[in-house]
């Protein structure tokens, strides 16, 4: 495809506002996408969001949105739970899709969704692509190359917290910054699982490979939660503690907790015979990987990402736009991105799985994979 992409997003939300509108309004990605649409249930906000960001049709439902023909791709920035079933219609109606993290819920939804977009010709980007980062990519090449001696265990995970009551984009009260998050404490797709330690646990199977087996521990320890003066049920589990088995005797420790944090976020540690690395370091050093210092200046590696440039580096969410864009090249130039589908569903069986292996009290074999690119 020569001309730029026609983008439409689903979900004038936080993410679809910070993540993608507010990137692909700017001059400088015109000549490969443009926004061709958006769409949200909300009363409003849509006309809202298309009003500000220059967007040049607003829709009510997906449905309307899938119809357009201007569209040729979607960003899903919806709930989760929504994700399956908006993504295999947008598939079967011949447009590519990114997924925001995380891509379905369950690893058979995942592979339906991958077997009809080779069908269709369509192509698939699902966040988190953690592995576009330089920090993942040079510690899977010193773990490769036996920098740590013989691996023995690694651990990755985040806490759910208060985040979403008290983020700041949800306390205005205008239509684009009064956004209610109490989908993220329901099923399907709720839980600090599906939205946070997604991002570690991308890190650490980039890292390790696919994981073989999962054991576990789960469940809800907070029932209510308030947003704005009103109390909402919670069904979602909030406090889950999963083991992981990788083979050879290597296994890994992943929590979605109801608080705390034991490592990085989005990063993981890794623990050998020769030494460790957590987070950014290595036996206390940090790890020297190509633009340390511009990221270290920047307060942050988003800025190393290879479409966050420009205006986009003082944006919020520039890893959801990068995600996008990695969807625009591969639809547009053919060029394949690491933030695979398949890679998303491997992540989803292990969540699956573990809440599996939490209910029966038995460990859960894994049967999905993955495969990589080698980048250096």
Same mark, same amino acid.
């Given at each position: ?5 026609? #983008? %439409? ?111 269709? !010709? &369509?192509?698939? &980007? /699902? ?5 576009? !980062? ?17 691996? /023995? ?9 208060? =985040? ?16 209610? @998050?109490?989908?993220?404490? !329901? ?8 939205? #946070?330690? &997604? ?17 576990? #521990? ?18 979602? *589990? ?6 992981? *088995?990788?083979?050879?005797?290597? =296994? ?29 370091? #290595? ?5 020297? =990987?190509? %633009? ?5 200046? /920047?307060?942050? *590696? ?33 060029? @394949? ?7 998303? !569903? ?8 573990? =809440?599996?292996?939490?209910?029966? %009290? ?10 990589? @690119?080698?980048?250096?």
């Amino acid at each position: 495809m020569s001309r730029p992409i026609g #983008m %439409g997003v689903v979900g004038a939300g936080s993410i679809g506002i910070r993540g993608a509108l507010q990137h692909l309004c700017l001059p400088d990605v015109q000549d490969r996408v443009r926004l061709a649409a958006v769409c949200d249930p909300v009363p409003g906000r849509a006309a809202a969001a298309a009003a500000k960001y220059g967007v040049p049709h607003a829709y009510q439902s997906f449905e309307e949105l899938l119809a357009d023909d201007s569209v040729d791709a979607v960003t899903l920035g919806s709930p989760i739970g929504l994700h399956y079933e908006q993504g295999l219609a947008a598939v079967r109606a011949g447009k590519h899709v990114h997924f925001n993290k995380t891509m379905t819920t369950t690893a058979s939804e995942a592979t339906k969704i991958i077997n009809e977009a080779a069908a269709h !010709r &369509v192509r698939l &980007v /699902a966040s988190p692509g953690q592995m576009l !980062r330089p920090i993942n990519q040079r510690i899977r090449r010193l773990v490769q190359d036996g920098a740590l001696g013989r691996l /023995a265990w690694a651990a990755t995970g985040a806490g759910f917290g208060t =985040y979403h009551e008290n983020e700041g984009c949800r306390q205005g009260d205008d239509v684009l910054s009064n956004i209610n @998050p109490a989908w993220y404490w !329901r099923r399907p797709g709720g839980g600090p699982l599906f939205d #946070m330690t &997604v991002y570690g646990l991308h890190s650490l199977t980039g890292v390790l490979g696919p994981a073989q087996r999962v054991a576990g #521990m789960s469940g809800v320890a907070v029932r209510e939660r308030e947003f704005q003066g009103t109390r909402y049920a919670c069904d979602a *589990d909030d406090n889950t503690l999963l083991l992981l *088995d990788f083979g050879n005797q290597t =296994y890994a420790f992943v929590y979605g907790a109801l608080s705390g944090m034991l490592t990085e976020f989005g990063l993981a540690s890794y623990f050998g015979t020769r030494g460790h690395i957590a987070g950014r370091t #290595m036996n206390g050093e940090p790890i020297d =990987y190509p %633009g340390r210092t511009e990221a270290e200046a /920047a307060g942050g *590696d988003n800025v190393l990402l290879p479409h966050v440039v420009g205006p986009h580096r003082e944006l919020d969410e520039a890893h959801v736009f990068e995600d996008i864009m990695q969807l625009v090249d591969w639809a547009r130039e053919g060029i @394949p991105s690491p933030a695979t589908a398949e890679h998303a !569903r491997h992540v989803i069986e292990i969540f699956e799985a573990g =809440y599996r292996a939490a209910e029966t %009290g038995e460990t859960q074999t894994l049967t999905t994979t993955f495969e990589l @690119p080698d980048q250096g």
